[in-house]
């Protein structure tokens, strides 16, 4: 382990798991100093943000999801070498969160020994657990002939939760966005996937391997 000492970050908004994370880092000899925010605008706004070596991102963040934050950190060239935490194993927020300039890609369920994660990174490495590996390799070997149906990084994420059960109410909450903002999110998802209702959604989603 590099002897030098590490400041991480960590954007989360579910309390318990950062809570869990924080003091598993805190414990970490190289590690000087953990920082948390529950959301990725007070993250931005909070100029600590950017005494960073390692950020620890949330990709399913109310408002400003993790995604947006990578690509924003990559652009202001900052140098924060961030690793996003999912529970989700989408093809398109895996490969989305490596070009916008991730270096970790990792479930929560499967973070493992953390400071073997953080040693990775620091020299110079990437991480991803093993699941989101068997979803890399088999997006190079999936059949070509599939319609390509393009969504926004928004509604995608959309999509996923939709797909899981959640209603329109639930997810302004979730989102922090207006029903009707949602509203308008579904019906664009419903149009370009051609569907009329949640179950002709989950029977097009299932079988054109959308997430």
Same mark, same amino acid.
């Given at each position: 382990?590099?002897?030098?000492?590490?400041r991480i970050?960590?954007?989360?908004?579910d309390? %318990?798991?950062?809570?869990?994370?924080?003091? !598993?880092l805190?414990?970490?000899e190289?590690?000087?100093?953990?920082?948390?925010?529950? =959301?990725?605008e007070?993250f $931005?706004?909070?100029p600590?943000?950017? !005494?960073?070596?390692?950020?620890?991102?949330?990709?399913?963040? +109310?408002?400003?999801?993790?995604?947006?934050?990578?690509?924003? $950190? !990559?652009?202001? &060239?900052?140098?924060?070498?961030?690793v996003?935490?999912t529970?989700?194993?989408?093809?398109?927020?895996?490969?989305?969160?490596?070009?916008?300039?991730?270096? #970790?890609y990792?479930?929560?369920?499967?973070?493992?020994?953390m &400071?073997? @994660?953080i040693?990775?990174?620091?020299? #110079?490495?990437?991480m991803? !657990?093993?699941?989101?590996?068997?979803?890399?390799? &088999?997006?190079?070997?999936? +059949?070509?002939? *599939? +319609?390509? @149906?393009y969504?926004?990084?928004?509604?995608k994420? @959309?999509?996923?939760?939709?797909?899981?059960?959640?209603?329109?109410?639930s997810?302004?909450?979730?989102?922090?966005?207006?029903?009707?903002?949602?509203?308008? /999110?579904? *019906?664009?998802i /419903?149009?370009?996937l051609?569907?009329?209702?949640? =179950?002709?959604?989950?029977? *097009?989603?299932?079988? %054109?391997?959308i997430l």
């Amino acid at each position: 382990m590099d002897t030098k000492k590490i400041r991480i970050g960590i954007v989360e908004n579910d309390e %318990y798991f950062l809570d869990e994370v924080r003091d !598993t880092l805190s414990q970490i000899e190289c590690v000087s100093e953990v920082l948390s925010w529950n =959301s990725a605008e007070v993250f $931005l706004r909070d100029p600590k943000h950017k !005494t960073l070596d390692i950020l620890f991102l949330d990709i399913m963040l +109310p408002g400003m999801n993790g995604m947006d934050v990578v690509k924003h $950190l !990559t652009e202001k &060239s900052e140098g924060i070498k961030v690793v996003m935490l999912t529970n989700m194993n989408s093809d398109e927020m895996i490969f989305n969160s490596i070009k916008n300039g991730a270096l #970790g890609y990792l479930f929560k369920s499967e973070l493992g020994e953390m &400071s073997h @994660i953080i040693d990775v990174i620091v020299k #110079g490495g990437a991480m991803i !657990t093993p699941t989101i590996a068997l979803r890399v390799f &088999s997006n190079f070997r999936r +059949p070509v002939d *599939k +319609p390509q @149906i393009y969504l926004t990084d928004r509604e995608k994420q @959309i999509l996923e939760l939709l797909v899981k059960g959640k209603t329109v109410a639930s997810l302004a909450k979730f989102l922090d966005l207006s029903e009707h903002t949602i509203h308008g /999110y579904v *019906k664009s998802i /419903y149009k370009k996937l051609q569907v009329h209702n949640r =179950s002709e959604l989950a029977l *097009k989603v299932q079988e %054109y391997s959308i997430l």
